[in-house]
C-alpha cells in the first residue's frame, strides 16, 4: 500500500518537517520549499514545451536537484534523519557549462530584455523570477538555520540559467528579443 495523499495533519494550520518537527504552514522555511517546488512545476511546464531534446533531459536534471533542494529545506537539522541528497558542485557546474554553450552562439548582451516574444521564451523568463523569489526565501532562511551553501549557488545561478535559455530559445525560434528602452 502506498501513501495516502491525505493525512489530516494540517488541518489546523502546521506541517512536519522532515523529522518530525511541527511547524507553521507559514514558517519561512515552508514558504522557501514551497517556492522551490513551485519553481519545480514551472521548470516541468517549461519542459513540456516543443523544445529541443537537450533542453528537455537538462531541465529533467533540474527538476531532479529541486526536489532534492526541497527536501534538504525541509529538514530539521536538529534532528537526525537518513542522508538527504544534495546540491553538489557538479550540479552547480553543469548550469555553468550549459550557460557558456548557449552564450556563445547569442548576440552580446547591450540592454535589458523585456520578457517575452513566444509563450516558450516566456515560461523561461516566468522559471527566472520564481527561481529569483526562492533565492530570497532561502537567504531569509539562512538568517535563522543552516541552510546547505550550495543550494544557494544553485538557485543563484540557476536564474542566469532560465534567462540564457530564453535568449536562446528567441533565438532558436527566429522571434528576436524586445529591448527595454527607457522614456526620455
Same mark, same amino acid.
Given at each position: 500500500?502506498?501513501?495516502?495523499?491525505?493525512?489530516?495533519?494540517?488541518?489546523?494550520?502546521?506541517?512536519?518537517?522532515?523529522?518530525?518537527?511541527?511547524?507553521?504552514?507559514?514558517?519561512?522555511? #515552508?514558504?522557501?520549499?514551497?517556492?522551490?517546488?513551485?519553481?519545480?512545476?514551472?521548470?516541468?511546464?517549461?519542459?513540456?514545451?516543443?523544445?529541443? %531534446?537537450?533542453?528537455?533531459?537538462?531541465?529533467?536534471? %533540474?527538476?531532479?536537484?529541486?526536489?532534492?533542494?526541497?527536501?534538504?529545506?525541509?529538514? !530539521?537539522?536538529?534532528?537526525?534523519?537518513?542522508?538527504?541528497?544534495?546540491?553538489?558542485?557538479?550540479? #552547480?557546474?553543469?548550469?555553468?557549462?550549459?550557460? !557558456?554553450?548557449? !552564450?556563445?552562439?547569442?548576440?552580446?548582451?547591450?540592454?535589458? %530584455?523585456?520578457?517575452?516574444?513566444?509563450?516558450?521564451?516566456?515560461?523561461?523568463? %516566468?522559471?527566472?523570477?520564481?527561481?529569483?523569489?526562492?533565492?530570497?526565501?532561502?537567504?531569509?532562511?539562512?538568517?535563522?538555520?543552516?541552510?546547505?551553501?550550495? !543550494?544557494?549557488?544553485?538557485?543563484?545561478?540557476?536564474?542566469?540559467?532560465?534567462?540564457?535559455?530564453?535568449?536562446?530559445?528567441?533565438?532558436?525560434?527566429?522571434?528576436?528579443?524586445?529591448?527595454?528602452?527607457?522614456?526620455?
Amino acid at each position: 500500500m502506498g501513501w495516502k495523499v491525505y493525512t489530516k495533519t494540517g488541518d489546523k494550520g502546521k506541517t512536519s518537517l522532515i523529522g518530525g518537527t511541527r511547524v507553521p504552514k507559514y514558517d519561512d522555511r #515552508i514558504e522557501a520549499y514551497g517556492t522551490i517546488d513551485e519553481l519545480n512545476s514551472f521548470t516541468g511546464l517549461l519542459r513540456d514545451q516543443d523544445i529541443d %531534446i537537450h533542453y528537455k533531459e537538462v531541465l529533467l536534471e %533540474i527538476q531532479k536537484r529541486l526536489f532534492d533542494m526541497e527536501s534538504s529545506v525541509a529538514h !530539521d537539522r536538529n534532528k537526525q534523519v537518513k542522508k538527504l541528497p544534495e546540491i553538489k558542485e557538479k550540479d #552547480i557546474n553543469l548550469l555553468e557549462t550549459e550557460i !557558456d554553450k548557449m !552564450d556563445e552562439l547569442l548576440p552580446t548582451l547591450t540592454s535589458f %530584455i523585456l520578457p517575452g516574444g513566444h509563450p516558450v521564451v516566456s515560461y523561461c523568463h %516566468i522559471c527566472r523570477t520564481v527561481c529569483r523569489r526562492a533565492e530570497r526565501l532561502l537567504l531569509k532562511v539562512a538568517e535563522k538555520y543552516p541552510v546547505n551553501e550550495n !543550494d544557494l549557488k544553485y538557485l543563484n545561478r540557476l536564474s542566469d540559467y532560465f534567462f540564457v535559455l530564453g535568449r536562446k530559445l528567441a533565438k532558436d525560434l527566429n522571434v528576436g528579443e524586445t529591448k527595454w528602452e527607457p522614456d526620455k
